[in-house]
């Protein structure tokens, strides 16, 4: 995979810079996107690699409710370039240069799209605020399961009216929705709000999975059910004389959950029997070997996890895997 499908996976002028993107050392992007694409997200980098999320298809965009079909997300005020994406990164723009300023970008059906660092919505930005995911799993009657949360004692609610936010079903047969971190309290529900769990309170503003039984009782856990899990395993490389400081990326195929933060990784270590060495988590499925600051590389090499790795290059064109150290 070239530099910039791995980014993919793995990747206004100052006076219009909403004030609450100043105080945080963000910068915001609006999108205004098909009606044919369902929660958008945005996947952003900078020119040095550097990631704003961890996969691909990057952060969910908040719908601007001043701004009917407008959604926007705040970044790292460094990112440079960024993807709108929809239907589970199944549709995207090409890359969009928003050269680390606040931006509205307009996606046609074509896929094509118009950037414009000048306001095309009204007000201010809705202010900045962390989030975190709460997943839900459910019994197939209760359809189309929605999320209301809420900050206990105040009674401030996150959404405007009940039954809340609609939940994103993921592929893994849980929903999913971004709440607000001052929230401490949700309630999950469905059928239009009719079947729903009890107030769920006092919860800390974490990822949490929720799984809720036909009659509406839930258990709630703070770590994920469908985590990756496996025991380190180390890459082995050995590398070509002009292929110098060689590094490994890695990441989990499909799901583009990445080992490291940006390219082209991190550097393996040289050994006395000629082989360099890096020790990864056992899940990776999936690495590339680069070197010369990730000028040259080998192509997606697709391996078994949970094992360890043996990566001969003879060339960018010519890589082997073995899983054993290959004889002399």
């Known amino acids: 995979m070239k530099r910039l499908v791995a980014l993919f996976l793995c990747?206004?002028?100052?006076?219009?810079?909403?004030?609450?993107?100043?105080?945080?050392?963000?910068?915001?992007?609006?999108?205004?996107?098909?009606?044919?694409?369902?929660?958008?997200?945005?996947?952003?980098?900078?020119?040095?690699?550097?990631?704003?999320?961890?996969?691909?298809?990057?952060?969910?965009?908040?719908?601007?409710?001043a701004n009917d079909g407008w959604y926007y997300i705040y970044l790292p005020a460094g990112m440079e370039s960024v993807i709108i994406n929809a239907n589970d990164g199944s549709v995207q723009t090409d890359e969009?240069?928003?050269?680390?300023?606040?931006?509205?970008?307009?996606v046609s059906a074509d896929l094509t799209a118009a950037v414009s660092f000048e306001a095309q919505t009204t007000g201010d930005a809705p202010a900045y605020t962390e989030r975190f995911t709460v997943h839900a799993q459910v019994d197939a009657s209760w359809a189309n399961p929605s999320i209301w949360a809420w900050e206990d004692p105040s009674g401030?609610?996150?959404?405007?009216?009940?039954?809340?936010?609609?939940?994103?079903?993921?592929?893994?047969?849980?929903?999913?929705?971004?709440?607000?971190?001052?929230?401490?309290?949700?309630?999950?529900?469905?059928?239009?709000?009719?079947?729903?769990?009890?107030?769920?309170?006092?919860?800390?503003?974490?990822?949490?999975?929720?799984?809720?039984?036909?009659d509406g009782t839930t258990e709630v856990?703070?770590?994920?059910?469908?985590?990756?899990?496996?025991?380190?395993?180390?890459?082995?490389?050995?590398?070509?004389?002009?292929?110098?400081?060689p590094c490994l990326w890695a990441w989990e195929h499909p799901s583009g959950t990445n080992a490291f933060a940006s390219w082209p990784g991190?550097?393996?270590?040289?050994?006395?029997?000629?082989?360099?060495?890096?020790?990864?988590?056992?899940?990776?499925?999936?690495?590339?070997?680069?070197?010369?600051?990730g000028a040259v590389q080998t192509s997606d090499l697709r391996v078994d996890a949970g094992k360890d790795l043996y990566v001969t290059v003879v060339s960018a064109e010519e890589a082997t895997v073995a899983y054993e150290k290959p004889a002399e």
Not at 41 to 52: F, K, L, P, R, Y
Not at 96 to 106: L, P
Not at 197 to 209: G, Q, S, V
Not at 267 to 276: P, Q, S
Request: a negative charge; one cysteine or more.
């Open 221 to 245: 856990t703070y770590e994920d059910p469908n985590a990756l899990k496996a025991e380190d395993i180390t890459v082995y490389a050995k590398v070509s004389d002009d292929w110098s400081n």
């Open 266 to 293: 991190e550097a393996l270590t040289a050994g006395e029997d000629g082989w360099y060495a890096i020790t990864v988590p056992g899940w990776i499925n999936s690495v590339i070997i680069n070197a010369n600051e």
């Open 156 to 214: 401030k609610n996150a959404f405007a009216a009940w039954p809340g936010r609609a939940m994103k079903a993921d592929d893994d047969g849980w929903y999913s929705a971004m709440v607000p971190t001052w929230c401490n309290s949700v309630i999950i529900n469905a059928n239009d709000g009719a079947a729903q769990t009890a107030d769920l309170k006092d919860l800390d503003p974490a990822e949490l999975w929720i799984t809720v039984a036909v």
């Open 11 to 65: 990747l206004m002028m100052l006076p219009l810079l909403p004030a609450m993107a100043e105080e945080t050392d963000m910068l915001v992007v609006y999108a205004q996107v098909p009606d044919d694409w369902s929660w958008p997200c945005v996947w952003a980098w900078s020119a040095d690699g550097t990631n704003a999320f961890a996969s691909w298809p990057g952060d969910q965009m908040e719908p601007d409710p």
């Open 96 to 106: 969009v240069k928003i050269d680390k300023q606040s931006a509205w970008v307009t």
